[in-house]
């Protein structure tokens, strides 16, 4: 099942709005990080509606619970070029079609900044919704709910793929290590483009949702490497 975490939230009636949606589409886990707001708050409760269950059971971490995921997608409204690549994102509908290992996380930022680039780099790939360029900031609230409307509508192609035994989050720590450790013993013109670099195969390993045989594989053929 997909984990929401708010990051940062600032408003109570957000938090509370998100709740109801994920009770709305069948999702009920919460991640709070670094909160302003609290579950406590009354405005939240009030916006949860009969979502009191999954408010009440909103969990407080801090950022390092991003461990914990073997799949973490970031969130944003600001779409870079292809040389920003943090911010170089899918779609919601593109997200639903994607086999999806058991524990992932879907992460978005404050309500008056969104996640910074340090962040996204953090994430496996990164999520935008389309909508027009004049505003293209969605409420944090109505964001989610897109996001969830989605990923429901995509739930039955992804059962299909349940007995499919996914790339851990450790499995992928690995394997970035062994390609740094191939990029770091090789000439570059820049720091800049060697650092380009492992951002590009990170986000790649991330898309490509890799399962644990793939993963093995590719161990074995980079300690053949020399």
Known sequence: MVTIILHGIEHPGNLGAVCRSMKNFGFKDIVLVNPVCKPSDQEARNRAKHAQDILKKAKLMSAGALKEYDCVIGTTALVGTDYNIPRSPLTPEHLASMRLPKKTAIMFGPESSGLTNAQLRECDFVVTIPSTKKYPTLNLSQAVTIILYELSKGSRTRKVHEHIQFASAVDKTVLLKMIFKRLDAMEFATPEKKQTQKIVWKKM??????????????FGFFRKLR
């Open 205 to 218: 390993i991330g898309k490509s949702m890799l399962t644990k045989r793939e993963a093995f594989a590719l």
